[in-house]
């Protein structure tokens, strides 16, 4: 899976997220990719997500709106994204993770799986990283 | 504002010979999409343009380089949203479209509908004109053997966790 979050000058963001599905499905399977607020989520008064992992328990957790939701009560996107994807990891033992932003500017990039090639681009400054605390 | 644009590629299991690569994957999408911003364009522009470069990058599972389902075909899913209508746009199950973002996008702002699926997905393509791929151009020699290999039941719980990774 792979996906994008980003907001411009005028302050509205957004986000996209496409994939593959998962390997060896059943022909039909429609993962969370095509689900709002499990493959991605929008919203100029708060921010933007968009995840990537079991797309099964992303559905049932709806974790991007989940995001959001946290950063509704004043979590930040690292805060918000580590509570979301431990309560989907606690739940449904679900793994993945997700790039997020708020209204601000502010970002974060987070995963509970062991891996999750990541990149970020703000203040012509580039950042990127795949294994955890990079 | 100043304009931000984060990405990712994928959380399922990256192979070592692939580490580089999907490095590199992520921050030339991440650049595609920032050259957007920095230009005064859209956010939904610039997420559309960063998952285009990465559906075209056969590293990736999306697009070209897909993983395969249980037939071996290829069938994938895109979404996207703009936050500031909250209006969205998606495909599922849709089949030979080289970059199924653009098509997610297309649904979003030429139909009153929030997902196509399918056959439908395919026959909305074809209407806005859209040209198929060979679904050989969308499967690579490594998603052919990931197919094959792929974990039975009852191996490693945490590798076929993470082969159920999209």
Same mark, same amino acid.
């Given at each position: 899976?792979?996906?994008?979050?980003?907001?411009?000058?005028?302050?509205?963001?957004?986000?996209?997220?496409?994939?593959?599905?998962?390997l060896n499905k059943m022909v039909g399977?429609?993962? /969370?990719?095509?689900?709002?607020?499990?493959?991605?989520?929008? /919203?100029?008064?708060?921010?933007?997500? +968009?995840?990537?992992?079991?797309?099964?328990?992303?559905?049932?957790?709806?974790?991007?709106?989940?995001?959001?939701?946290?950063?509704?009560?004043?979590? +930040?996107?690292?805060?918000? +994204?580590?509570?979301?994807?431990?309560?989907?990891?606690?739940?449904?033992?679900?793994?993945?993770?997700?790039?997020?932003?708020?209204?601000?500017?502010?970002?974060?990039?987070?995963?509970?799986?062991?891996?999750?090639?990541?990149?970020?681009?703000?203040?012509?400054?580039?950042?990127?990283?795949?294994?955890? /605390?990079? | 504002?100043?304009?931000?644009?984060?990405?990712?590629?994928?959380?399922?299991?990256?192979? =070592?010979?692939?580490?580089?690569?999907?490095?590199?994957?992520?921050?030339? @999408?991440?650049?595609?999409?920032?050259?957007?911003?920095?230009?005064?364009?859209? &956010?939904? !522009? @610039?997420? =559309? =343009?960063?998952?285009?470069?990465?559906?075209?990058?056969?590293?990736?599972?999306a697009g070209r380089g897909s993983v395969?389902?249980?037939?071996? !075909?290829?069938?994938?899913? &895109?979404?996207?949203? !703009?936050?500031?209508?909250?209006?969205?746009? &998606?495909?599922?199950?849709?089949?030979?479209?080289?970059?199924?973002?653009?098509?997610?996008?297309?649904?979003?702002?030429?139909?009153?509908?929030?997902?196509?699926?399918?056959?439908?997905?395919?026959?909305?393509?074809?209407?806005?004109?859209?040209? =198929?791929?060979?679904?050989?151009?969308?499967?690579?020699?490594?998603?052919?053997?990931?197919?094959k290999k792929n974990l039975p039941p009852?191996?490693?719980?945490?590798?076929?966790?993470?082969?159920?990774?999209?």
């Amino acid at each position: 899976t792979v996906g994008a979050v980003a907001i411009d000058a005028e302050g509205n963001v957004a986000s996209a997220t496409s994939t593959g599905g998962r390997l060896n499905k059943m022909v039909g399977r429609v993962g /969370d990719t095509a689900c709002v607020g499990c493959g991605a989520y929008a /919203d100029n008064y708060v921010g933007a997500a +968009s995840p990537t992992g079991c797309g099964e328990e992303i559905m049932k957790v709806t974790l991007c709106r989940l995001i959001l939701f946290h950063m509704e009560q004043g979590k +930040s996107p690292k805060e918000a +994204s580590d509570i979301a994807l431990a309560y989907m990891f606690e739940r449904v033992q679900g793994f993945g993770g997700v790039v997020v932003l708020d209204k601000t500017g502010d970002w974060a990039a987070r995963f509970n799986s062991k891996q999750m090639s990541w990149a970020a681009a703000k203040d012509d400054q580039l950042y990127n990283g795949l294994y955890k /605390d990079e | 504002m100043i304009p931000v644009i984060v990405v990712h590629g994928g959380a399922g299991h990256i192979s =070592e010979e692939r580490v580089e690569l999907s490095r590199q994957g992520v921050r030339e @999408a991440v650049l595609h999409g920032y050259r957007i911003l920095q230009r005064g364009g859209t &956010a939904l !522009d @610039a997420v =559309e =343009e960063a998952v285009v470069q990465m559906e075209n990058n056969p590293v990736f599972n999306a697009g070209r380089g897909s993983v395969l389902n249980e037939l071996g !075909d290829i069938e994938m899913d &895109a979404i996207i949203m !703009d936050g500031k209508t909250l209006n969205s746009g &998606a495909v599922s199950a849709v089949r030979r479209i080289a970059n199924p973002i653009k098509l997610s996008r297309l649904v979003m702002e030429k139909t009153n509908h929030v997902c196509l699926t399918g056959h439908g997905a395919s026959r909305f393509a074809k209407a806005m004109g859209i040209p =198929e791929v060979p679904e050989e151009f969308l499967k690579t020699d490594y998603s052919r053997m990931r197919w094959k290999k792929n974990l039975p039941p009852g191996s490693n719980p945490v590798q076929c966790q993470m082969g159920k990774m999209g």
